[in-house]
């Protein structure tokens, strides 16, 4: 008791503190230059607490509620790194990391000597951890506590129960889902220990794909007031023990490997039998005898001539391995991190750089199983090949067939006198009626056929226009006035639009051709037409007035002789417009043939190539980026972590 009174004294004055009266900065800058400036007088003694002294008086900038969110805390120099490094992870790796875990241990750094939890899960209900937390945590030399009784009797209350120093036992259960129970337990005092004690199942949430590492994050339960649904709270720890009594259920016990025994426990209470005393404390499963252990204390307390009996019964139960393994990385050295704390950052380092790589492989099965398989790729491209032949031979008949047509025999050259206006539309007509027709309905089947098989993929989608603020006209004002340059038709040179044709998209190449065949090379052939006749009745004309000319100025001239000047310049002028237009006739068909054979090449190597190419699985491009980002965080906090080692 002694040894009690001068913390009791010192919660008094800490009493006396809060207690006395909150002055802003401004009135006590105030009431300073009042008390510099003014004469000294006489204080009464009744009054000095109200007043308060200077050394009472907290100032507002820098005071905080313990519920306040966003305060400051004091890194210590030596960790500052480490604590940048670890909290960069909330936000470049926030998918992969569990952030309640990574805010304890950003809490640990943030500490020169934190608070180790310490988490006692039983698989068998809250009864049997909670009897193990009592005979850890009880003193032999002392009596029975009230606390004892508290933390054993009450088996109707599921809730979690935290377990806290205090100098004096006090419960609190105001909280729905924990139990806080603070003892005066010297084991808890030296090695600054919190302890959750709370009934487990092999259902829970942290029962995960990652094994026992999540059983550093511990699930509280709590029923929403409105749909009556279970939602899970985490309570991350440092450590956790993991309590089975017997044997009839080893299936449930998560499987923890040999080198995490510093950081998980696994207990199994064989109290039917006698254990050999032998050192647990790098042993990942542990067995011990409870029953036999809190026989040891109460052997112990009911006489102190009976430690020797306690000493050996407590050794046979097992107990000591459990009390130095809890203990053990509960304190700093040199200076150094706590092993505690170390071992936790290394299990979110290792724990999130598990879930980066389950990402990966995620996203490499969601690509293969988008990806088309190579079969159907092979019947897709054998349908294109039957296209491409039968389209070829449709070009070449179809083309045959509409030159050797009455309608192309209608403007042979000797008929271009009375047809010459009907070259434009003979020659569309033929376009629109026998170059490619079928091939361009079979191409939109293939089409179909490659769109439902998934090898195109999902359609790209046009950048948004970016609005220019300087711009009036997107913001709104009025449009610029229109010039004479936008008013006329720009017309491309054929060769030009020609390249262009073929960078089109496969499946509009073949009408976008067509098109441009009519718009480009039916108005020439029509024009020259035109020119061809006109020059050469011009030179009938000619030669005609020449004739007649000479026949009426020279006597001497007979009809004959005249008559032969018009005569060459008839037969002249009718082979030029033969020659000419047979010949323009025939590059023509020629350049038509030749473009149709370029057009269905193009459009065979392109389907051939997205078929070949396409079909590959989606690439998360957005997702590849984030887990790039993530890694190189915890590449980061690990070298950091490194470096502070002493």
């Known amino acids: 008791m002694p040894s009690k009174l001068p913390s009791i004294g010192k919660a008094v004055s800490l009493v006396s503190l809060s207690s006395r009266p909150f002055v802003c900065p401004s009135c006590r800058y105030k009431q300073a230059r009042a008390l510099s400036s003014g004469p000294a007088r006489s204080k009464p003694k009744g009054n000095r607490k109200a007043r308060g002294t200077p050394l009472q008086i907290r100032s507002a900038s820098t005071t905080a509620a313990v519920t306040a969110v966003n305060v400051r805390r004091d890194v210590p120099p030596r960790f500052k790194d480490l604590h940048e490094s670890v909290k960069a992870l909330e936000t470049e790796a926030a998918v992969y990391v569990n952030i309640s875990q990574l805010h304890l241990a950003l809490r640990g750094l ?100 990652l094994g026992a590492a999540n059983l550093l994050v511990p699930g509280l339960e709590t029923q929403s007031s409105t749909s009556g649904r279970l939602s899970t709270v985490t309570y991350p720890v440092h450590k956790t023990i993991i309590y089975q009594e017997g044997l009839q259920d080893l299936k449930s016990i998560p499987k923890v490997r040999m080198h995490e025994g510093r950081i998980f426990k696994v207990i199994i209470d064989w109290s039917w039998s006698t254990l050999q005393r032998q050192s647990q ?111 070829h031979t449709e070009l070449r008949d179809r083309l045959n067939s509409a030159f050797h047509s009455r309608s192309w025999r209608r403007i042979k050259w000797w008929k271009l006198f009375w047809r010459v206006d009907d070259v434009g539309y003979v020659a569309s007509d033929i376009l629109q009626k026998a170059w490619l027709v079928e091939a361009e309905k079979e191409m939109i089947w293939i089409s179909g056929r490659i769109h439902q098989s998934g090898l195109l993929g999902p359609p790209k989608l046009r950048p948004p226009a970016v609005l220019d603020p300087d711009d009036e006209q997107t913001l709104g004002g009025h449009p610029p006035a229109p010039s004479v340059s936008d008013l006329v038709e720009k017309v491309s040179n054929y060769e030009v639009v020609e390249d262009q044709v073929f960078q089109h998209p496969w499946l509009q190449t073949i009408s976008r051709a067509r098109s441009t065949l009519s718009r480009f090379t039916v108005p020439p052939l029509q024009s020259l037409s035109q020119s061809l006749l006109l020059q050469t009745l011009s030179t009938n004309a000619l030669t005609s007035s020449l004739s007649a000319l000479l026949y009426v100025s020279v006597s001497t001239t007979s009809p004959y002789e005249a008559g032969a000047i018009a005569a060459v310049g008839l037969v002249w002028s009718l082979r030029r417009l033969q020659t000419k237009w047979e010949n323009a006739r025939s590059t023509w068909e020629a350049q038509i043939r030749e473009d149709g054979r370029r057009v269905l090449r193009n459009v065979e190597e392109v389907a051939r190539k997205d078929v070949r190419e396409g079909g590959m699985g989606e690439v998360d491009e957005f997702g590849r980026e984030e887990r790039r980002k993530a890694r190189e965080a915890v590449a980061r906090a690990e070298r950091a972590l490194e470096e502070t080692s002493p």
């Open 110 to 209: 943030e500490s020169e000597n934190a608070v180790t939890r310490i988490a006692v899960l039983g698989l068998n209900g809250h009864s049997g951890p909670r009897r193990l937390a009592r005979a850890l945590l009880a003193d032999p030399l002392a009596p029975e506590q009230r606390w004892e009784n508290q933390l054993t009797a009450d088996d109707t209350d599921e809730r979690a129960l935290l377990l806290r120093y205090g100098e004096q036992a006090n419960v609190d259960d105001r909280h729905p889902l924990v139990k806080t129970l603070s003892i005066p337990s010297a084991t808890l005092h030296n090695h600054k220990l919190e302890i959750l004690v709370q009934a487990s199942s092999a259902a829970d949430p942290f029962y995960g794909e």
């Open 281 to 391: 404390n790098g042993q990942s499963i542990s067995p011990i005898n409870l029953a036999l252990g809190e026989a040891a204390i109460d052997i112990f307390r009911q006489s102190l001539q009976r430690s020797v009996e306690y000493e050996h019964m407590w050794f046979d139960a097992g107990m000591p391995g459990i009390t130095a393994w809890i203990s053990d990385g509960t304190e700093a050295q040199n200076g150094d991190i706590k092993p505690a704390i170390r071992g936790l950052l290394q299990t979110i380092c290792n724990n999130t750089k598990k879930m980066i790589a389950q990402g990966d492989e995620s996203s490499i099965q969601r690509q293969k199983a988008s990806t088309i398989s190579v079969p159907t790729k092979d019947i897709i491209e054998q349908g294109i090949s039957i296209w491409a032949e039968n389209a």
